[in-house]
Each structure stands twice: as structure tokens, then as C-alpha cells.
Nanobody
Framework: QVQLVESGGGSVQTGGSLRLSCAAS????MGWFRQAPGKEREGVAA????????FYADSVKGRFTISQDNAKNTLYLQMNSLKPEDTAMYYC?????????????????WGQGTQVTVSS
């Protein structure tokens, strides 16, 4: 059974950094999504369970890094150079369909979310 628990959100100023963590086990594909007030949830980053392949939304490419520590059953999202438009609830997500880790619509297991607020 897939269980996802996020942590690490908070408030930072523009240009700051945060690292989100997600305690998870029993997954094939994992990712981070976000949802800002009044907007649809969007995929941010994804990683294949072997850690060899990652994918990023254009809006975060070069600023965010997804990684995992399989020994600790933990997924991370390192967020640097944060902007006010990064403000959102961030969700850890997972699914089990092989070869489709970078298809956002496949994600069907979700954490409860952690809030990230970036002030100008």
C-alpha cells in the first residue's frame, strides 16, 4: 500500500530555498505537483524509481531538483531561486504504471500536501 507524507514547506522570500520531503514506500513512479489558489493542480517534477530519469515542468527547470533516497524511503524536492509564483500547496504523488512516470494524469496516489509561500 502506498502511503505518502510530505514535510518541509514554509515561508521564504524571493530568491530563497526550501527542501520538501515525502516519506514513501512501495512505488514505481513518484512526482511533485502543486496547486495555487484558483488554479488547477500541475505537475512539477517526476522521477523513475531507479532514480536514473527525471522530468521537470518548464516553469521550474533549472531551479528545482527532484531526488530520492531509497534507503530512507524518502523523496525530495530541492527548490532554489524561489519566486512568488511558486506559492502553492505542494503534493507528493505516485503511481505504479511502468514506463509512464512522466505522464501527469497517471498519478493516482496523493499525500495531503505542504504549503509553500514565497513573498516578494
Amino acid at each position: 500500500q502506498v502511503q505518502l507524507v510530505e514535510s518541509g514547506g514554509g515561508s521564504v522570500q524571493t530568491g530563497g530555498s526550501l527542501r520538501l520531503s515525502c516519506a514513501a514506500s512501495g512505488y514505481r513512479c513518484m512526482g511533485w505537483f502543486r496547486q495555487a489558489p484558483g488554479k488547477e493542480r500541475e505537475g512539477v517534477a517526476a522521477i523513475v524509481s531507479d532514480g536514473r530519469s527525471t522530468f521537470y515542468a518548464d516553469s521550474v527547470k533549472g531551479r528545482f531538483t527532484i531526488s530520492q533516497d531509497n534507503a530512507k524511503n524518502t523523496l525530495y524536492l530541492q527548490m532554489n531561486s524561489l519566486k512568488p509564483e511558486d506559492t502553492a500547496m505542494y503534493y507528493c504523488a505516485a503511481h505504479q504504471t511502468r514506463f509512464q512516470c512522466f505522464i501527469w494524469s497517471k498519478y493516482n496516489y496523493w499525500g495531503q500536501g505542504t504549503q509553500v509561500t514565497v513573498s516578494s
